[in-house]
């Protein structure tokens, strides 16, 4: 697509140019266009009226001409303060679009809305915000990995912040590693009692959702791809998701639960549950956010703690231990349980 960039399509949705406007009644005439087809015509892509269709990336799929309707619409409200130059051309547009509306069925109307590929960093980012300023009663967020690196809790910060300007409630998910992360506390600290955080062993990959009707997650490994999930089924499912987790967390005021164990750390039995179930170090690394090397030294110290010479041993002594299960919400000490002595592991 080398020499197809923005300069030789300077225009926006308002008014295509000639073979933007064939590709794109195409596309929305026959529901999809091939990836190929649009090479020529970057700026249908640039400007969202084509995006990857999820169920094969070799074809585009248009948005809805209702949804260019509403996008144009909200941009001429912020232009029209500037200037009134444009406003001919947009109520120009808005016609062709209505009129070619018109000709779509409901249904694939609504289909084509309740799950966008949004693919591209600033696309994903531009969605996020639009989401965001859309929302009124309240966030939820899974946020896997480990400790929260600046940069992370920097890129949304300005959205963070802006709901809690609104009265928005948010709840955090993270992994109990992430406690030890002081961008984390900074950060939860600055947001005061807008945001309420709790820890688990491991979570799901990201998930955020805003007010219960829209949701976003992964579409690929490195996050430069997102899915942007409108539909009410699969929106109810992933918040029962986050509610069933958010119950079995741990908030981050609270200490996490002794072992009962002397000399093994929660951690360390989060670990040794893993090795049971026949994870490798890396797997067991990335579902608790912590590094490869870390977790080798833990192995390590329960190892020595359980006087195992090898790993074979190192799984007898685990099931001997009582290790081998998840670990406990309530340890000793907690409400209506008893404190025991911590139990030997020799």
């Known amino acids: 697509m080398a020499g197809h960039g923005t300069e030789e399509h300077p225009h926006g949705a308002d008014r295509l140019c000639e073979a933007g406007d064939r590709v794109y009644s195409r596309a929305v005439r026959r529901g999809r266009v091939a990836r190929t087809d649009a090479e020529p015509v970057p700026c249908l892509l640039e400007l969202a009226l084509l995006h990857p269709d999820p169920d094969d990336m070799d074809w585009l799929v248009p948005t809805s001409p209702q949804e260019v309707m509403t996008r144009l619409l909200r941009g001429v409200h912020d232009e029209v303060r500037e200037s009134q130059r444009r ?10 679009y209505a009129g070619l509306g018109r000709r779509l069925q409901a249904a694939s109307a609504s289909e084509g809305t309740a799950l ?3 693919d591209g960093l600033s696309r994903i980012q531009a969605a996020m915000d639009e989401a965001t300023e859309a929302c009124t009663t309240e966030v939820l967020t899974v946020q896997p990995g480990g400790i929260r690196r600046e940069a992370e809790l920097t890129e949304g910060l300005h959205r963070a912040l802006a709901l809690r300007g609104r009265g ?18 900074n950060y939860l600290e600055l947001m005061g009692d807008t945001v309420e955080a ?14 219960r009707t829209v949701a976003f997650i992964p579409a690929n490994s490195d996050r430069t791809m997102a899915l942007e999930l409108r539909h009410p089924a699969l929106v109810e499912y992933l918040v029962t998701v986050f509610e069933r987790l958010w119950r079995l967390a741990i908030p981050l005021t609270a200490p996490l639960p002794a072992t009962g164990i002397e000399g093994i750390s929660h951690r360390e039995q989060s670990i040794a549950a893993l090795l049971a179930e026949g994870h490798q170090d890396a797997v067991i690394a990335e ?27 190192l799984g007898v002594r685990i099931a001997q231990a009582g290790l081998d299960g998840p670990p406990s919400a309530s340890g000793p000490g907690a409400p209506g349980i008893p404190d025991q002595e911590p139990r030997s592991v020799r």
């Open 87 to 96: 406003v001919g051309s947009a109520v120009a547009a808005f016609e062709w």
């Open 116 to 118: 966008r590929v949004l």
């Open 168 to 185: 928005v409630r948010m709840r955090d998910l993270y992994t109990h590693v992430a406690r030890h992360g002081q961008g984390l506390l």
């Open 198 to 211: 709790r820890t688990l062993d491991e979570v799901i990959d990201r998930l955020i959702l805003f007010d």
């Open 287 to 313: 579902r608790l956010g912590i590094s490869v090397r870390t977790c080798r030294a833990h192995i390590a110290r329960l190892s020595e703690t359980l006087g195992a010479a090898s790993r074979t041993q």
